[in-house]
């Protein structure tokens, strides 16, 4: 039951996000409506191959992303380790071996109290707390509205445009999230049991076709296998799906045009 709360209050929160910064989105119509107003935007390149840097989104990125507030953290780590060598190498080796095992315990401690259903906690998290390019493009338009319009230039509607666009593209993520996570919660409880499994046939398949194979003529090759077969499956998945979606996208247009 657990599972299946986890899953249909996963689905509400996602929605509901998206929903806030779909209203986020909406706030901006009026700039983009101005700048269809100004300028011819068809003819404007926001595919990235042309650089616009005589714009003040060009200006803001370099002031705050490049340089600026989003790096802060790690500038001032870098200061502190620079003006205090030995107690900052000191400082950062202890956190390196601690944390690990903290995050460890609580995890384990998590997991023990919430069952399989932690899971979709730490997807709700980082669905509250949006990518770092999210919050980067909601800040730039948030400064493109407070300028003086008649001062944008062509490059201000690529920069905004390209922001949108990112953001959208997290609506429709999130969206999908919740859509999929509301539509499952009736087996929710089945999910980690089909995980397990799923796990479990895919440690077989790789322990008997690949990992003993190799084995029988170089076991350390064999041991490099097995320990980078979960990371290379997961960004080989990743890869897949990011092409199936570029191939639906391609299609659209060309149905479009």
Not at 102 to 125: D, H, N, P, R, Y
Not at 136 to 149: A, F, G, I, K, P
Not at 224 to 250: A, D, H
Request: neutral net charge.
């Amino acid at each position: 039951m657990y599972m299946v709360t986890a899953l249909l209050l996963l689905g509400i929160l996602s929605v509901g996000i998206a929903l806030l910064w779909h209203r986020r989105l909406i706030a901006f119509g009026e700039l983009f409506i101005y700048f269809s107003g100004r300028f011819n935007v068809d003819e404007i390149d926001t595919s990235g191959a042309q650089k616009y840097t005589n714009c003040m989104s060009h200006k803001w990125f370099m002031k705050n992303v490049v340089h600026g507030d989003y790096l802060k953290a790690e500038g001032t780590l870098g200061d502190f380790v620079a003006q205090n060598t030995l107690v900052g190498t000191m400082v950062i080796g202890m956190a390196l071996g601690v944390l690990p095992v903290i995050l460890v315990l609580v995890l384990f401690q998590s997991f023990t109290l919430a069952g399989a259903s932690l899971g979709t906690v730490i997807i709700a998290v980082f669905i509250i707390r949006s990518p770092g390019e999210v919050e980067v493009s909601y800040d730039l338009l948030n400064h493109l509205v407070d300028q003086d319009l008649p001062e944008l230039e062509k490059g201000d509607y690529a920069y905004a445009k390209v922001a949108s666009n990112r953001i959208r593209s997290w609506i429709k993520s999130v969206l999908a999230l919740g859509s999929v996570s509301i539509l499952v919660s009736p087996w929710g409880e089945l999910i980690p049991e089909a995980v397990a499994f799923s796990i479990a046939a895919f440690f077989n398949f790789f322990v008997t076709y690949v990992f003993i194979p190799v084995a029988d003529f170089s076991y350390p090759l064999a041991l490099v296998l097995f320990i980078s077969g979960v990371p290379f499956t997961l960004v080989l998945v990743y890869l897949v799906v990011r092409w199936i979606r570029i191939q639906i996208r391609l299609k659209r247009e060309e149905h479009s045009v």
